[in-house]
């Protein structure tokens, strides 16, 4: 199947959005969430080596999403946390060779790590290897002595008298002065851990054995990450490991996605020429590689009839060598099984299904539905368009197959297909929106993003929507 047949593998969110603003639920999203059914290995799982010589599980326990009494995930609940349920989600993945647990002090809503002490103080020390993270995001946790407050509370809670891995947490962002300035990311790095010493007492600690590694976690301004890189090739500091958002999606298209994000090969590429250990989040993309639609759905089960649409991220989430860990919010025993089974072992990817995957990526990247959900809250338009009808056109279009690249091969077949499409497309549009009620209206007044409830920058959605418009039209046969 090539993309300019279908292209259809859209944002599985948005485009749920629109069928159910459409009336309809989708029909493969059971098939898509569904994890794959049979044996669960025992002994099998891939391990990686870090630079201690350890051998640390291909799949780690991300412990942000851990189950509530109501059996909701404690992420987004105030519910307690339940910690039965905890335990033996904790007892039967060491049971099956997972042997790393990632917390942090502001997880479930600050729960995360005493309930990750409660179940692994039930295991031997050497059993496991833990991670938590220097959170001190608030300005009032910069000074030296409530960051350092913060490191021992963790140890507190994790009922641990060392770190196997502690990082920086999410380096490359901006926040706010005790004077309410918005510092810019650099800013914010150097006033959380350098102008309080933060990082040479973590060094200092790592010398005395109370951090075994040492690292951080990666979101935002690239050139914070650069930045810390350049401290280790200066001889000033090194780092054992580095987390950063890695995903088959964010490999080459994550600037396409978001302008202030950064591919993950750049990433990757940058802490492989260094040697540094890579741990991954995010290797679903926020659940995204999970729900895609009907024709990215089959275009994975016509590889492998048997696997869950979510172990093909994983897989690819692992593909690389210097890939430690990847981290996998589990809140259910079956999305826990299921990455245990892509992992025992790895199966690394081969060439036509890295290929795949990028065809995939790339169509996901290119053509976004608009999560519009047709509440009409932008209307009426002062300039007449029809915002609601012009995102249901073309989220309809791309769900059916009849949003193009623009390529097309010199097969009769390829010529056929691609002036279907492009005439389903276009005389659609003229259907559905009249004319003058078109993107190619919008101005750009902005009067419509402040009443979205979904946040659309409409606008820039109204320029991306017509620029497609106006290439197909300009397309010759």
């Not at 300035?181 to 959380?192: G, I, S, V, W, Y």
């Amino acid at each position: 199947m090539d993309r300019r047949k279908f292209l259809k593998t859209a944002s599985a969110g948005a485009v749920a959005t629109a069928a159910v603003a459409a009336g309809c639920t989708p029909k493969n999203q059971t098939v898509a969430e569904g994890v794959s059914l049979g044996e669960v290995p025992v002994g099998k799982m891939t391990m990686r080596e870090n630079l201690h010589g350890e051998q640390v599980s291909l799949l780690g326990y991300g412990c942000m999403r851990f189950p509530t009494l109501d059996g909701n995930s404690g992420r987004e609940q105030d519910q307690e946390l339940d910690q039965d349920a905890i335990n033996d989600l904790v007892d039967y993945a060491i049971g099956h060779g997972v042997n790393l647990f990632d917390t942090a002090p502001p997880y479930c809503k600050g729960r995360s790590e005493h309930a990750v002490g409660i179940a692994l103080s039930r295991h031997k020390r050497d059993e496991y290897f833990v991670s938590t993270k220097l959170s001190n995001f608030n300005c009032n946790t910069w000074p030296r002595q409530e960051s350092i407050k913060m490191y021992h509370n963790s140890m507190k809670e994790l009922q641990v008298d060392y770190l196997d891995y502690y990082m920086l947490h999410s380096i490359g962002g901006t926040r706010k002065d005790a004077a309410g300035n918005e510092l810019d990311p650099m800013q914010t790095l150097k006033a959380r851990f350098f102008d309080n010493g933060m990082l040479d007492f973590l060094c200092e600690e790592r010398e005395k054995g109370r951090i075994h590694n040492l690292g951080f976690s990666y979101h935002g301004d690239i050139r914070v990450f650069d930045y810390l890189l350049s401290l280790q090739d200066q001889g000033l500091y090194h780092w054992d490991h580095v987390l950063i958002q890695h995903n088959y999606v964010d490999w080459n298209h994550s600037k396409l996605i978001n302008e202030s994000n950064t591919n993950s090969s750049y990433l990757y590429g940058e802490l492989e020429k260094r040697n540094i250990p890579v741990f991954v989040m995010e290797p679903l993309l926020g659940g995204q590689l999970v729900n895609l639609n009907d024709h990215a759905v089959e275009m994975l089960k016509q590889r492998d009839p048997q696997a869950s649409v979510a172990s093909w991220a994983f897989r690819f989430a692992g593909n690389q060598p210097r890939i430690l860990t990847v981290l996998s919010g589990m809140t259910y025993k079956e999305h826990l099984q299921d990455n245990i089974r892509t992992y025992s072992p790895h199966k690394p990817l081969n060439d036509d299904e890295l290929k795949m995957l990028e065809e995939i990526a790339d169509v996901y990247a290119n053509f976004k539905t608009v999560p519009c959900t047709d509440c009409k809250y932008c209307m009426p338009c002062p300039y007449g368009i029809d915002i609601p009808g012009v995102f249901a056109h073309y989220n309809k279009c791309l769900n059916e197959g009849n949003v193009l690249n623009g390529e097309r091969e010199a097969e009769d077949e390829g010529r056929r297909e691609f002036r279907r499409a492009r005439r389903a497309f276009l005389v659609g549009y003229d259907r559905a929106v009249p004319s003058f009620r078109q993107a190619d209206h919008c101005i750009g007044c902005g009067h419509c993003v402040q009443e979205c409830p979904q946040g659309i920058n409409i606008p820039e959605q109204m320029v991306r929507i017509n620029d497609y418009v106006e290439q197909l039209k300009q397309s010759r046969e």
